[in-house]
């Protein structure tokens, strides 16, 4: 027998099955480390903001645009499982670089609690410094 949605000329979606292994890697990778998270999923999709159970359909492997893991997501999902944003985002693969291949200006840069010239005092700084390691003169 034909469901509603059938009858009214809406098919059923099938899961994707063709899955990126990049995916399937960071789904186990965050499966274990939200074991060891003592709150329900449920419990940390709300603390994070997430909607619409999109943590427990990307867990499941529940494939779509909608269920996806985005980045708004794991920078919310972060700090709740104690992970850096950062690490996630690498390991999600929404990341062009591993977190321990950022410069050390780069990580000024991007640092959202500094204000300009505070970035540029950091930088200024850091460049004398190795400058001075490098038996260079500071002028």
Same mark, same amino acid.
């Given at each position: 027998?034909?469901t509603?949605?059938?009858?009214?000329?809406h098919?059923?979606?099938?899961?994707?099955?063709?899955e990126?292994?990049r995916t399937a890697e960071?789904?186990?990778?965050?499966?274990?480390r939200?074991?060891?998270?003592p709150?329900s999923i449920?419990?940390i999709?709300k603390?994070?903001?997430?909607?619409?159970n999109?943590?427990? @359909?990307?867990?499941?492997? +529940?494939r779509? *645009? #909608?269920h996806s893991?985005t980045p708004?997501?794991?920078?919310?999902l972060?700090p709740?499982?104690?992970?850096?944003?950062?690490t996630?985002?690498?390991?999600?693969?929404?990341?062009s670089?591993?977190?321990?291949?950022?410069?050390?200006?780069?990580?000024?840069?991007g640092d959202?609690?500094?204000d300009?010239?505070? @970035?540029r005092?950091l930088? +200024?700084a850091? *460049? #004398?410094t190795?400058?001075k390691?490098e038996?260079?003169?500071?002028?």
């Open positions: 027998m034909a509603a949605g059938e009858r009214a000329g098919r059923r979606k099938v899961a994707d099955t063709a990126d292994p960071f789904r186990e990778w965050l499966r274990v939200l074991e060891r998270v709150k449920n419990a999709e603390e994070a903001g997430i909607p619409g999109a943590l427990g @359909k990307f867990l499941r492997g +529940e779509g *645009r #909608r893991l708004l997501h794991i920078q919310r972060a709740v499982i104690g992970i850096s944003e950062e996630m985002l690498a390991r999600a693969g929404h990341l670089h591993l977190p321990d291949e950022v410069t050390i200006e780069q990580a000024i840069l959202r609690g500094l300009y010239e505070d @970035k005092f930088i +200024e850091y *460049r #004398r190795v400058r390691g038996g260079g003169r500071d002028t």
